[in-house]
T-cell receptor
Framework: DAGVIQSPRHEVTEMGQEVTLRCKPI?????LFWYRQTMMRGLELLIY????????DSGMPEDRFSAKMPNASFSTLKIQPSEPRDSAVYFC??????????????FGPGTRLTVL | QKEVEQNSGPLSVPEGAIASLNCTYS??????FFWYRQYSGKSPELIMS????GDKEDGRFTAQLNKASQYVSLLIRDSQPSDSATYLC?????????????FGSGTRLSIRP
């Protein structure tokens, strides 16, 4: 399996621009998570989906952030408009909760976002 | 009180020694516990899972769980420079179907030659 795939790996944009981050989870996984990591705040859960349905978006910082999962193999995290304080590494992770599984999460390589 | 607490370090250990990383959690209902390793500039990588009280060994790594004390630890034997990384303790809340995980802030480990 290729693991969790994220794109782009690096994104540099100017304040006010729209940013879209993409994620392809591991095939067969039914949970997908979006995290943000900064030195100051550590690893923060933004939102997670189960079977393509958003379950908990309480970690989404504000209305500028939105996430979708149109099908089992693709999710997007969008920031519009972007601000310098959004600069961070954004990780996508996926997991499977079922017989013999304890919902271990597997992370993608991350997208390093810099907003100038 | 944070839900998952770790000493941020840095923890400096000589090569070949045992590195001991500790984690406490607040939710008595939690049933599964994970250790992730994160190298600088990389993503977290799952290295150990433990679900029952006691010890679980995997190569040079041993996870120890004490649910009564709400304490989980990771021991790394024969520490190598390649073990230098940040180690994240992760615990699903006990109230849910354990679908999400609460991560600690991580302990930075440095193995000195």
């Amino acid at each position: 399996d290729a693991g969790v795939i994220q794109s782009p790996r690096h994104e540099v944009t100017e304040m006010g621009q729209e940013v879209t981050l993409r994620c392809k989870p591991i095939s067969g996984h039914d949970y997908l998570f979006w995290y943000r990591q900064t030195m100051m705040r550590g690893l923060e859960l933004l939102i997670y989906f189960n079977n393509n349905v958003p379950i908990d978006d309480s970690g989404m910082p504000e209305d500028r952030f939105s996430a979708k999962m149109p099908n089992a193999s693709f999710s997007t995290l969008k920031i519009q408009p972007s601000e310098p304080r959004d600069s961070a590494v954004y990780f996508c992770a996926s997991s499977f909760l079922g017989a013999g599984s304890y919902n271990e999460q597997f992370f993608g390589p991350g997208t390093r976002l810099t907003v100038l | 009180q944070k839900e998952v607490e770790q000493n941020s370090g840095p923890l400096s250990v000589p090569e070949g020694a045992i590195a001991s990383l500790n984690c406490t959690y607040s939710d008595r209902g939690s049933q599964s516990f994970f250790w992730y390793r994160q190298y600088s500039g990389k993503s977290p990588e799952l290295i150990m899972s433990i679900y029952s009280n006691g010890d679980k060994e995997d190569g040079r790594f041993t996870a120890q769980l004490n649910k009564a004390s709400q304490y989980v630890s990771l021991l790394i034997r024969d520490s190598q420079p390649s073990d230098s990384a940040t180690y994240l303790c992760a615990v699903p809340p006990g109230y849910s179907s354990a679908s999400k995980i609460i991560f600690g802030s991580g302990t930075r480990l440095s193995i000195r030659p």
